[in-house]
């Protein structure tokens, strides 16, 4: 298999476990940054964060991450990769200190390099005068940091979380938040995070993949995403019925309100939208005073997505 543009591509990848299908044709292509992976519950997040690691198999079709098939290449790959995971069944004797360490020398660091390692992770994630305690003794939003911790002492390429905020009250997942953007930017480690929550999302990824039905539904930048389904606002200074009338024929929904006309296609992109809304004005001899781009929200683009498919 050839080397694909993504640091996660996958090809026509199916996975069942026993009669229930998850992914019935996924093809997707994740690019660096920091990436949100979005789906209603059962759409398959975890599995897809499983295959990655290696720990599945796709029943057809092929993955590959950081250049590697994660089946043939699993423990050197996995070397190269962080993994928080959702669950919060972390040993509650050991201190956050030894347990990063350990995790730190599975993924292959000598001892000294692993117990250096550990100090600078738990001190990065906040928990640096807590390193000693025994994990049991932690909040909730401490044990997210030990988990965030052991995912990325080891230096990896690339980070995978999932839900790394459940369990935290509003100021804690800000927090959280703030500190996976900055490992995401500042540390210049691609990062995958699997989450329901739109909103945190929309703050701090760079892309996203949306999930449902078995495949790939929406992927790409953010940005360019919701740019491309928001449609447009026209403002005019006359002839609004004539413009109303003009568009519609050309196929575009139009709303107006007053001097203001709000419209939108479901087969023209923004770039496309704009130019229809230039011969429109030109046919009608209508002035054109303002026109901008209408972004739609990730909740928009995440509904309309999953409705797609249901």
Same mark, same amino acid.
């Given at each position: 298999m050839t080397e694909g543009s993504g640091i996660i591509d996958a090809t026509g990848v199916t996975k069942s476990w026993g009669t229930t299908t998850v992914f019935s044709g996924l093809d997707v292509s994740v690019r660096s940054g920091v990436t949100g992976l979005l789906g209603s519950n059962g759409a398959g997040k975890t599995t897809l964060l499983g295959m990655v690691l290696g720990l599945h198999q796709p029943t057809s079709g092929h993955i590959q991450v950081l250049g590697e098939n994660p089946s043939v290449a699993g423990p050197e790959l996995r070397q190269r990769i962080g993994y928080s995971p959702e669950h919060h069944d972390l040993p509650q004797d050991m201190a956050a200190q030894d347990l990063v360490r350990h995790v730190a020398e599975v993924h292959g660091l000598p001892r000294r390099d692993a117990t250096t390692r550990s100090s600078d992770a738990l001190w990065l994630v906040g928990l640096g005068e807590e390193r000693a305690r025994p994990v049991g003794t932690m909040s909730?939003?401490?044990? /997210? &940091?030990?988990?965030?911790?052991?995912?990325?002492?080891?230096?990896? #390429? !690339?980070?995978?979380? #999932?839900?790394?905020?459940?369990?935290?009250?509003?100021?804690?997942?800000?927090?959280?938040?703030?500190?996976? &953007?900055?490992?995401?930017?500042?540390? *210049?480690?691609?990062?995958?995070?699997?989450?329901?929550?739109?909103?945190?999302?929309?703050?701090?990824?760079?892309?996203?993949?949306?999930?449902? *039905?078995?495949?790939?539904?929406?992927? *790409?930048?953010?940005? %360019?995403? &919701?740019?491309? $389904? $928001?449609?447009?606002?026209?403002?005019?200074?006359?002839?609004?019925?004539?413009?109303?009338?003009?568009?519609?024929?050309? $196929?575009?929904?139009?709303?107006?309100?007053?001097?203001?006309?709000?419209?939108?296609?479901?087969?023209?992109?923004?770039?496309?939208?704009?130019?229809?809304?230039?011969?429109?004005?030109?046919?009608?001899?209508?002035?054109?005073?303002?026109?901008?781009?209408? %972004? /739609?929200? !990730?909740?928009?683009?995440?509904?309309?997505?999953?409705g797609a498919t249901s």
């Open positions: 909730t939003g401490q044990r /997210q &940091r030990v988990k965030l911790a052991q995912a990325i002492a080891h230096d990896p #390429d !690339l980070v995978l979380l #999932d839900e790394p905020t459940d369990g935290l009250d509003p100021v804690q997942r800000d927090d959280m938040l703030e500190l996976i &953007r900055r490992i995401g930017t500042e540390y *210049g480690i691609d990062i995958v995070l699997s989450s329901h929550l739109l909103e945190e999302v929309e703050r701090i990824a760079d892309n996203v993949v949306i999930l449902a *039905g078995g495949r790939t539904v929406a992927a *790409g930048p953010i940005d %360019e995403l &919701r740019a491309g $389904g $928001g449609g447009l606002t026209v403002d005019v200074t006359e002839n609004v019925d004539a413009m109303v009338a003009e568009l519609r024929r050309r $196929g575009i929904e139009v709303a107006a309100e007053r001097l203001r006309l709000r419209i939108s296609s479901e087969t023209l992109d923004s770039s496309e939208l704009a130019c229809a809304v230039r011969d429109a004005a030109v046919t009608t001899g209508t002035p054109i005073r303002r026109l901008t781009s209408v %972004e /739609q929200s !990730l909740e928009d683009l995440f509904l309309e997505n999953i």
